[in-house]
C-alpha cells in the first residue's frame, strides 16, 4: 500500500480505511500543527517543573510523527494501551487539549479540567471516560477509548491482551452478537499498545506477546525506540541490541502457496522520522489486524528524546556529544519539517507562522489552565485568611495568628495542605479559649474533610447502585429432602447456572476447559458452552490476570482462575498496581469487574499452602477478597459478584471439593452478603474470630473446650475485604468480653489487621476484660507433609491452649494449667 499526496483541497481528515487512501496537504499540515503543539507543550511542561510550578514531568517530545501517523489509523471502539510518552497519540485523536495536560501537570483535582485522574496520576497518564455520572457504561464503540495508564514499565501490557482478546469473542460468539452494540461492532476494534525500546526487556512484555499470538488477538502493538531506558542504552537491555531481531521468531510464516499462517505476528520495522513511510506502514498493518484477527508490531527506530526521560536529570550526562548531534538532525519533527519543505507542499514562511501560532496557543492554555487550577485554591485562601482575622480581633493570640495570616498570604502558590497546616496552627493557638470566631474557623476545618474525601478517597470500589454491597441478600433454601453433594458438585452446579444466564460471562485458567480445573468445579462445562467461554491458557498468570482487566474494561465478566493461591504471587503487581486501583485512579471513570478465583488453605507444602494472605491483603484494597468456608458460600459470593461491578479475589477451601454439604434448592439465585460474619457457635466466654479452613479446626477445639466448661463463640467473618460492616463482632465482646483472631498466616497479617479493625475501627478495646490475642502460623512457609503442616500452622491444639490459657489468666483456680 502506498500513500499519494494530493495538493488540493482535500478534506481536513485522511480516509482512514481501505488500501487506498490519500494524505491531503491539509490533513498533512494538520498533523504537524498537532506535532508542533505537542513539543511545545512539552518544552513549556518541563520548565513549569523547574520552576516549581509542579512536581514531576515526563513527556512525550521525540516521538510525535509517529503518534500522528498512528492516529490515522484508530476508530471509534479501539482502545489504547500505552505509557507516559503518548500525549502527541491523544492530540491528534481529540482525547487530550493541552489545557487538560497542563491540568494534570498542575494535578488538578477538577475533573471537567483533568478527566483523566482528576489529579490523582501524575502527568502523561491518560485515560478516556468509560463510565457516565452514574457509573453507566457510556457505547464505547462510538468514541476512541484509552485505557487508564500505570507507571510501572510494561504493566500496560497484559491489559492489552484482554483488550484485543474481546473482540475475537465478540465476533465468535453468538450469545454476544445482540445486546452489546455499545461494546463491539462484531469484533471489528483493535487494541493499540505502546511501550518504550527498554521495557521491552521485561518478562510481562514476552509472556503478553507470546499469548496474543496463541489466542490470534487483534492487537497492534508499537513500539517507540530511542536506543536508551533512562541512561541505559540498549546493548544492555536487548540481546543483540535490536527488539525486532529478537521478534523475528514470533513472525507468521508463510505457506507453499504464499499465503500467511493464522499464528504468529506480522512484524515492521520503519524509522520514526518517516511520516509517508509511518502513515502507510501503521494503515496497511491496522487494516491486517482488524480484518483477519492477527497481532501485529510496528518497531519504530531512530527515535530521539530531546528533553531526557524526565525532569527529574539530563540525558546530557550519559549521551555522547556525537550522539546529541546526532538527536538534534535526525530529531522527528526537523525530519518532517524538511520533508515538507522538500516535497513542496508548504513554504518556509508559512510553516514559521504555524509554529509560532502553536507557540502561543500552548502558552496561552498553559496560562488559562494554571489560572483555572489555583483560583479554587487562592479564593479558599481568602476564606481562611478572613477566618483568621476574625479570631485575632477576639484574642491575646492576635499576633501570631495575624504572622500566620500573613505568611500565608505572601506564599506565592500555596496548596491546600499549607490551608490547613495554617488553620492548625491558629487552632493550637486559641486552644484554650472559645468564641465564635474559633467555632466559625474549626467549622471550615471540618467542612474540608468530604471534600478532600471526595478529592482523593473516594471511588476506591463502586459508589454506584451495582456496587457488591448493594446486591440484596437472598438466603439460601434447603428442600426437606435436599441431597448431599460433594463440594465441587455444588461449585459446577452454580458456575453452569451462571453462564446460562450471563452470556457475557467467560471463565478461563490453567486446565479450567478440557479438565474442569484440578478440583472440577467446572467439570463438562466446556462442553456444554464451548471452548471460548470455558478456556484452557497457557501457564502465564500475569497475562491470566491481564487478559480479564483488558476483556472487562470491553463490557465482558471475565471469571480468571489462578489455580492456586500461592501462584496469585505471579499476578500480584498487575492485581495490586492494575486491577486494584482502576475505579479509584480514573476517579470512577472506567472500571474492570473481574473475578479472580482462586483456592487455598491447608495443603501440604512451602508452594502450595495456600495462605499468603498478608501481602495481598494490604496490595489489592480495590478489590473485595472473599474467604469462604465451604463450596456453598463460595456460590453465593459468586452470584453476589455477577449482580455486581466491582473486582473481587474468591479464595475456596482446597480440602473443600470432596466435603459433603446440602445442596440449596435455590443455588443459582442465592447471595452471600460480603462484609457480612456469620456466628457458626454461640458461646459466652471467648470470641473466636476466623474464616476459612480454620473455621473446621476452630469447630473442633470449640467441641474440646466445652468439655472444661469453655464456650467459645465462633465467628466467620466470610470476606476479608470488606470486613464486618456490620460489627457483629463487636457485639459479640460485649457479651464474653476476650477474643482471640486465628489465622493460618503469619504472624502480623491477616490476624493483626482483623484486630485492628475490631479493636480500633469497631472500638472493641472498651469491651474487653483481658488482652486480645492472635494465633497464627509460624513466621516461615510451611514444611511438606502432615507433620510439617501440624507444626507450621495453628491446630486444634494450639487453639484449645490460646482460649485455655485466656481463660486461665482471669480464672487460675478454675482453670488450671493441666498440661503444663
Not at 46 to 62: Q, S
Not at 233 to 255: A, H, W, Y
Not at 501 to 517: H, I, K, M
Request: hydrophobic share 40%; proline share 5%; aromatic share 8%.
Amino acid at each position: 500500500m502506498t500513500s499519494e499526496i494530493l495538493e488540493t483541497s482535500a478534506p481536513t481528515a485522511p480516509e482512514r480505511s481501505g488500501a487506498d487512501y490519500v494524505l491531503s496537504r491539509e490533513s498533512v499540515l494538520r498533523d504537524y500543527r498537532i506535532c508542533v503543539r505537542s513539543r511545545e507543550a512539552s518544552l513549556l511542561g518541563r520548565k513549569e517543573v523547574l520552576t516549581g510550578k509542579a512536581k514531576f514531568g515526563i513527556f512525550g517530545d521525540g516521538k510525535e510523527v509517529p503518534q500522528v501517523a498512528l492516529a490515522r489509523a484508530f476508530q471509534h471502539g479501539d482502545f489504547r494501551s500505552g505509557y507516559y510518552r503518548d500525549q502527541t497519540m491523544m492530540m491528534a485523536l481529540g482525547l487530550l487539549s493541552v489545557e487538560e495536560m497542563f491540568a494534570q501537570l498542575y494535578a488538578d483535582t477538577d475533573l471537567e479540567r483533568e478527566p483523566a485522574s482528576a489529579g490523582r496520576q501524575m502527568n502523561g497518564h491518560f485515560a478516556t471516560r468509560s463510565l457516565d455520572a452514574a457509573g453507566r457504561w457510556r457505547p464505547l464503540t462510538e468514541q476512541f477509548n484509552s485505557s487508564a495508564d500505570v507507571s510501572p514499565t510494561g504493566s500496560q501490557m497484559p491489559r492489552l491482551l484482554g483488550l484485543a482478546y474481546a473482540s475475537n469473542l465478540y465476533r465468535e460468539l453468538d450469545g454476544l452478537q445482540e445486546g452489546f452494540e455499545g461494546f463491539s461492532r462484531n469484533g471489528d476494534e483493535i487494541a493499540f499498545g505502546t511501550i518504550g525500546n527498554a521495557s521491552c526487556a521485561e518478562g510481562m512484555v514476552w509472556e503478553t506477546i507470546n499469548a496474543a499470538g496463541v489466542l490470534g488477538a487483534p492487537m497492534l502493538l508499537s513500539i517507540w525506540d530511542d536506543g536508551y531506558g533512562i541512561s541505559v542504552p540498549n546493548d544492555f537491555q536487548i540481546t543483540k541490541d535490536n527488539v525486532s531481531e529478537m521478534l523475528s521468531g514470533f513472525r507468521r510464516s508463510r505457506s507453499a502457496d504464499g499465503g500467511k499462517d493464522d499464528r504468529g505476528f506480522d512484524l515492521y520495522t520503519v524509522p520514526g522520522w518517516d511520516y509517508p513511510q509511518l502513515c502507510d506502514t501503521y494503515l496497511a498493518a491496522a487494516e491486517i489486524v482488524r480484518l483477519e484477527h492477527v497481532p501485529a508490531i510496528v518497531h519504530v527506530t531512530e527515535l530521539t528524546q530531546p528533553q531526557g526521560h524526565s525532569t527529574s536529570g539530563s540525558h546530557e550526562r550519559y549521551k555522547s556529544a556525537e550522539r546529541l548531534a546526532w538527536e538534534r538532525e535526525n530529531d522527528c519533527l526537523v525530519r518532517m519539517r524538511v520533508w515538507l519543505l522538500d516535497r513542496g507542499l508548504a513554504e518556509d514562511g508559512e510553516l514559521h507562522a504555524l509554529e509560532q501560532e502553536e507557540r502561543s496557543g500552548v502558552k496561552e492554555a498553559q496560562q488559562a489552565a494554571w489560572q483555572a487550577y489555583r483560583q479554587a485554591i487562592d479564593d479558599e485562601r481568602k476564606v481562611v485568611v478572613g477566618l483568621f482575622e476574625d479570631l485575632a480581633g477576639t484574642t491575646a493570640a492576635a499576633d501570631r495568628i495575624r504572622e500566620t495570616a500573613a505568611r500565608l498570604t505572601r506564599k506565592s502558590a500555596p496548596f491546600r495542605r499549607d490551608l490547613l497546616a495554617a488553620a492548625h496552627d491558629v487552632l493550637l493557638a486559641v486552644r484554650d479559649e472559645e468564641s465564635p470566631a474559633r467555632r466559625a474557623l474549626i467549622d471550615w476545618k471540618t467542612d474540608q474533610k468530604p471534600l478532600h474525601r471526595e478529592r482523593y478517597s473516594s471511588n476506591l470500589y463502586s459508589e454506584t447502585g451495582r456496587s457488591a454491597l448493594a446486591v440484596p441478600v437472598v438466603a439460601p433454601e434447603y428442600a426437606v429432602d435436599a441431597p448431599r453433594k460433594k463440594g465441587f458438585e455444588i461449585l459446577n452446579a452454580c458456575f453452569e447456572a451462571a453462564l446460562e444466564r450471563c452470556p457475557e460471562l467467560v471463565a478461563f485458567g490453567e486446565d479450567l476447559g478440557y479438565l474442569g480445573d484440578v478440583n472440577q468445579g467446572f467439570t463438562g462445562l466446556q462442553e456444554i458452552f464451548g471452548p471460548l467461554r470455558v478456556a484452557d491458557t497457557g501457564i502465564r498468570e500475569c497475562t491470566i490476570l491481564g487478559q480479564a482487566i483488558g476483556m472487562a474494561m470491553r463490557g465482558l465478566r471475565p471469571l480468571a482462575e489462578i489455580q492456586y493461591l500461592d501462584y496469585v504471587l505471579y499476578a500480584l503487581q498487575i492485581m495490586s498496581d492494575d486491577l486494584a486501583t482502576v475505579r479509584w485512579r480514573t476517579h470512577g471513570g472506567q472500571m474492570a469487574p473481574v473475578i479472580v478465583r482462586s483456592r487455598g488453605h491447608r495443603l501440604e507444602g512451602v508452594w502450595h499452602s495456600g495462605s499468603p494472605m498478608a501481602g495481598i491483603l494490604n496490595l489489592v484494597r480495590g478489590m473485595y477478597i472473599c474467604v469462604p468456608r465451604d463450596m456453598t458460600r463460595a456460590a453465593g459470593m459468586y452470584n453476589t459478584l455477577l449482580q455486581s461491578d466491582d473486582p473481587a479475589l474468591v479464595i475456596e477451601v482446597l480440602n473443600g471439593y470432596r466435603s459433603k454439604e446440602t445442596l440449596p434448592s435455590n443455588l443459582a439465585e442465592m447471595t452471600v452478603p460480603l462484609g457480612v460474619p456469620e456466628v457458626l457457635r454461640e458461646g459466652t466466654d471467648v470470641t473466636l474470630v476466623t474464616y476459612g479452613a480454620n473455621c473446621r479446626i476452630a469447630q473442633d477445639a470449640a467441641e474440646q473446650l466445652a468439655e472444661v466448661g469453655i464456650e467459645v463463640e465462633i465467628i466467620d467473618v466470610q470476606t476479608l475485604l470488606p470486613f464486618d460492616r456490620e460489627s457483629r463482632i463487636l457485639e459479640s465482646l460485649k457479651k464474653t468480653h476476650r477474643v482471640l483472631f486465628l489465622d493460618e498466616d503469619v504472624p502480623g497479617g491477616a490476624s493483626a489487621f482483623m484486630m485492628q479493625q475490631v479493636l480500633e475501627e469497631q472500638g472493641g478495646w472498651d469491651w474487653l476484660d483481658a488482652g486480645p490475642r492472635t494465633l497464627t502460623a509460624h513466621p516461615h512457609r510451611p514444611a511438606y507433609g502432615s507433620d510439617g503442616d501440624y507444626f507450621s500452622k495453628p491446630n486444634r491444639e494450639d487453639i484449645f491452649d490460646a482460649v485455655y490459657r485466656l481463660m486461665h489468666e482471669g480464672a487460675p483456680q478454675k482453670f488450671p494449667l493441666f498440661y503444663e
